[in-house]
């Protein structure tokens, strides 16, 4: 019996292996659409894509598993504690993949063409009714998605979405960290915006030519440890970081008059990037060597971009770089480049409209928000065409802001919805409260980390997160890993004291 | 019948459709893998294509598609020509698929990577014999593996290997190309060497600063009609074109002391392009889509690197780019970027030891003798440790240069043998004799030609090509292909014309 348990897990991993080098195909040729596919190479790039996608979907939803998993699962208890895990994982994407009959998923594949199509065409009109037949064509469908992973996975037809991005979430657990923010972020945002008009702060002048933009960031990734033997950066029109672990594919794209942005963009996914190249890499073939989760995933990049990026520290580590890279504007004005000068740059607060040009304290109102209304959508409560007028009140009442007849900037400012993806965005908040925990973990490990940061030394920053999150792999579920890594289970705190300080103290 | 029939083509061509689609996703990563992975990304790489490789031959294997084709075949005169000439191919592509036992492919696979990998290192070291043992393996299978394709296609074990690269082939034809060619050059070569002993060729001096270099590439290449919308150009370390036919990457390497070099390699690479990117594009996802042959593909790219751009028309063109690009260099001496002199530069002849780096009419030598020397190998009357005699003999014979003792330079200079690409050379001489043959025929049809390409026009030389070999695919066998474009069969005469013209009598 354990031979055959034994004989079953390794059969499951020997596929897990062989999905997983399919994958890597697929990775990079997704990265190449972005960075390096002339347009007219499109049509059949999506067709080789999907065709591929197709294989991998029959690959992960063999006949044989069920039995494989069956064998495996009853002698599991022999396992050594990392192939335990390993099967859990293998077993989640499993069960995700095989509890949708094949007619529903591709009716719903072919409903988020459509939808996704007609939402980039009416989103540019400013046109929710246009939009709104096949947005209800989506909800309707993603409604009968999430009621059979729910029923198959004994979750609530939202959490079942939710645990697709993020396993372990559950939206009873969100639902209080997200109801203090609600009270919390609004009262903050005011005071912070008061003392912030009283600020000064020099916009640096461009031009800032995109070749010195890309110097400077590639010199700061040196500088972060970024391993350009197993990755490159490149250039898109948004910024992300794809490829593998062991070739981590950053872009960015280069404002010529705000080099802020691209830097920002890329110490982000600089934060991506570290976690995938430090995965563990005995596993990186395996489902427990991939990153946790997306909160995870966020999390690495927010504490690069916010608590790393946008502290004095860093600034001041990076300002000799930054003058190097633009003497011209430099010379012309100094003082915008000074250390305290781009925090105050860096750290202004403003309510918008649009969630991916949010500052880290509004931001996490965009997702509560979008958390209320896809929760409602998918339960029922909220039917489609009342999604502007929802979207109008949560944005008065949380950033003071209306959207009526502003759809564009509302409620189809992001791509999100219109292609099937709910249960999606509380991830980005999960990740800032992560990151602010970690962060504050790691700098009462480190009571000088800040020095460090200000030397250009990100060795025991790193040797922390790799120890804690990087090298974990999949190992923990992501409760566990965070309460391991910081001493508590996730809740506001962290995040909360990291704005009063940085926004209302004035403190890095 | 007639519906079971077509039915069965129907099934056909979806399975060739999928294959395509698979076959897509591993050109762009072949492609990322020479152009743009780092090197750290290698291990895992090779890992992922080959095990997209082998689902790719699962695929091509399955069992179901005996049934099939038998039955489409029955049926096949009911389809229309195309549809018949595209279940030839497939059937061809099938046939060969399915001839070898299953542990045999694996022998010989893994006995590639082994001898390729001892090549390198004991070519390094010019140590044949270090690399004999390697040699020897690969050469007993490939004798078996020709042996099974041979039973099953009813050919000599040569000529099947040779019919895998170039389909139609057979030696009993190219022998009588290749003895005209053993009889013709070296006497050619004499004169032609006696004669530009006593021309003045001035080289032009650098450096030639790369980005300059691309910047005239790239012009070039689009006055050649190279679609960027469906291609690009980057750099690799040995030139090639790759990609798919909507999405051709061409890749060049450039010399900052010579710029022809990469001019030459681009301009060789865009034949090979524009071949791809006008293909037949409703076929572009069946075997019949495809360029016909290796014989084929190299007469375009020879076509553009030896007819068009070393010709004295095409580099009156290109002058007053190669001013722009090289202003600096140009204004030094002038004399060396003249029409004449570039002319007398890009024609030198001078026998050598390295086949990739001959000039047009030294080439075929180096090709003869792998041909007659990897006959004699997969028939057994020559043993792989009797090559290097053998080689030096060749090489004494044609051109006049020894090898004995450096083999390095000798019969281990080339990746081919050690990676067990047996039969795939004559291909590169078939393929200049067909350039040949085209390009006369093209200027028969349009007497002005060579003043339409001095100014600049490529039309009338695309819609010739595009008629006559681009747009038909794999519609006909390559003789019909060659027969029907050029009035006879394929023959050295129009190539050995060439050659006398351009070398002895220096006319264009």
Chains 1, 2 share one sequence.
């Not at 994958?23 to 065709?51: C, F, N, Q």
């Not at 404002?255 to 976690?275: C, F, M, P, Q, W």
């Not at 969630?355 to 979008?370: G, N, Q």
Request: aromatic letters at 10%.
């Amino acid at each position: 019996m354990t031979y055959i348990g034994v004989m079953s897990y390794a059969a499951l991993a020997e596929h897990h292996r062989r999905l997983s080098q399919l994958h890597h195909v697929e990775a990079i040729a997704v990265w190449d659409e972005s960075t390096m596919m002339p347009v007219g190479g499109g049509a059949a790039r999506a067709e080789a894509l999907s065709t591929l996608r197709g294989l991998i979907h029959e690959h992960s939803t063999r006949e044989n598993l069920a039995d494989l998993f069956a064998v495996a699962r009853a002698e599991a208890v022999n396992l050594p504690a990392w192939q335990q895990a390993n099967l859990r994982e293998m077993e989640r994407q499993w069960v995700r993949a095989t509890a949708l009959p094949q007619g529903l998923v591709e009716a719903m594949s072919r409903a988020e063409l459509q939808s996704e199509q007609a939402w980039r065409k009416h989103r540019a009109d400013n046109d929710f009714s246009g939009f709104l037949p096949f947005f209800r064509e989506v909800v309707r469908l993603k409604r009968e998605v999430a009621k059979a992973w729910g029923d198959r996975l004994s979750l609530s037809p939202y959490d079942a979405l939710l645990d697709g991005y993020e396993p372990g979430a559950r939206s009873s657990l969100i639902q209080p960290l997200f109801a203090r923010l609600r009270g919390f972020l609004p009262g903050l945002i005011e005071k912070v915006m008061e003392q912030q008009a009283r600020e000064s702060v020099r916009a640096s002048e461009g031009p800032f030519p995109v070749e010195r933009q890309r110097w400077l960031c590639l010199e700061l990734l040196r500088r972060l440890g970024f391993d350009f033997n197993h990755g490159r950066l490149d250039v898109s029109h948004h910024p992300f970081c794809g490829g593998v672990p062991t070739d981590v594919r950053i872009a960015t794209r280069y404002d010529i008059n705000d080099y802020t942005r691209s830097l920002a963009a890329v110490l982000h996914e600089s934060g991506h990037a570290k976690y995938e190249q430090n995965l563990p890499g005995d596993w990186l073939d395996q489902p427990i060597g991939a990153a946790r989760s997306m909160s995870i995933h966020e999390s690495q990049s927010l504490l690069f971009e916010m608590h790393v990026f946008r502290s004095p520290a860093f600034l001041e580590l990076a300002g000799p770089f930054i003058e190097e890279a633009f003497s011209d504007s430099f010379g012309r004005a100094p003082e915008a480049f000074s250390p305290d000068n781009l925090f105050r740059q860096l750290t202004r607060v403003k309510p918008g409209f649009i969630r991916v040009d949010a500052d880290e304290a509004t931001y996490p109102c965009h997702v509560v928000l979008r958390f209320e209304i896809e929760q409602a959508l998918i339960d029922g409560s909220l039917r489609p065409e009342e999604v502007p007028e929802a979207w109008d009140s949560w944005m008065r009442q949380m950033l003071g802001l209306s959207t009526l007849g502003n759809d564009r900037d509302g409620c189809m400012q992001d791509v999100h919805w219109p292609s099937g993806l709910f249960g999606y965005f509380p991830a980005y908040v999960l990740g800032a409260l992560t990151a602010a925990q970690l962060f504050r973990a790691a700098r009462a490990a480190h009571p000088n980390l800040m020095t460090q940061i200000r030397r250009g030394e990100f060795g025991v920053l790193d040797d922390w997160l790799s120890k804690k999150v990087w090298t974990q792999g999949s190992f923990l579920e992501t409760e566990a890993l965070v309460e391991r890594a910081t001493g508590s289970a996730l809740s506001t705190e962290a995040f909360e004291q990291h704005l009063e300080r940085r926004y209302l103290q004035r403190e890095s």
